[in-house]
T-cell receptor, first 111, second 115 residues
């Protein structure tokens, strides 16, 4: 069955450093992958989309990579700020099919 | 414009009771999804509507769960004979469709507690 793993449950980093979150999957061949941010008690909010034929996407301080050989996506936040503290979810998708979400990684950026 | 809204924001009910959770998607979005999320977990797919029809209900855990979207807009998730294990955050999301990698717009969720 499909399995998606993200970092250990929680990741703590110092303000100003780069946070790197991982999303690994097995028994699945997604056509695209999305990253979402979720704050406590709120619904997830879309951040970035990357397709299987793309290696890297950037948006402001965010960068995502997608390696279909390794079955892995990396999500980077550069120059991290305490306001970046949240849970980050990866979601794998195929056209005409439902998303499958990972368990999420809780990121804490310490001042 | 208005985002996805869900009501109520919190619902506490006794074991065995019936509950209805409502979702109002973004106007014009034909795709509507229901998810269930437990603490420390990602959203778990329940059901997907394309327009008025339930195109995929493979995520519904059992026949106590049912959802409708009669006019292709507002949707209601219905849970009969609630059990304590049904306690979770129920999220609704909408998107323009499912035939492209559209982002999903989530509502704030309904926190259901079954006592």
């Amino acid at each position: 069955s499909q399995k998606i793993e993200q970092n250990s449950e929680a990741l703590n980093i110092q303000e100003g450093k780069t946070a790197t979150l991982t999303c690994n999957y097995t028994n699945y061949s997604p056509a695209y992958l999305q990253w979402y941010r979720q704050d406590p008690g709120r619904g997830p909010v879309f951040l970035l989309l990357i397709r299987e034929n793309e290696k890297e996407k950037r948006k402001e301080r965010l960068k995502v990579t997608f390696d279909t050989t390794l079955k892995q996506s990396l999500f980077h936040i550069t120059a991290s700020q305490p306001a970046d503290s949240a849970t980050y979810l990866c979601a794998l998708g195929n056209y005409g099919q439902n998303f499958v979400f990972g368990p999420g990684t809780r990121l804490s950026v310490l001042p | 414009g208005a985002g996805v809204s869900q009501t109520p924001s919190n619902k506490v009910t006794e074991k065995g009771k019936y509950v209805e959770l409502r979702c109002d998607p973004i106007s014009g979005h034909t795709a509507l999804y229901w998810y269930r999320q437990s603490l420390g977990q990602g959203p778990e797919f329940l059901i997907y509507f394309q327009g008025t029809g339930a195109a995929d209900d493979s995520g519904l855990p059992n026949d106590r769960f049912f959802a409708v979207r009669p006019e292709g807009s507002v949707s209601t998730l219905k849970i009969q004979r609630t059990e304590r294990g049904d306690s979770a955050m129920y999220l609704c999301a909408s998107s323009p469709g499912r035939d492209a990698p559209y982002e999903q717009y989530f509502g704030p969720g309904t926190r259901l507690t079954v006592t």
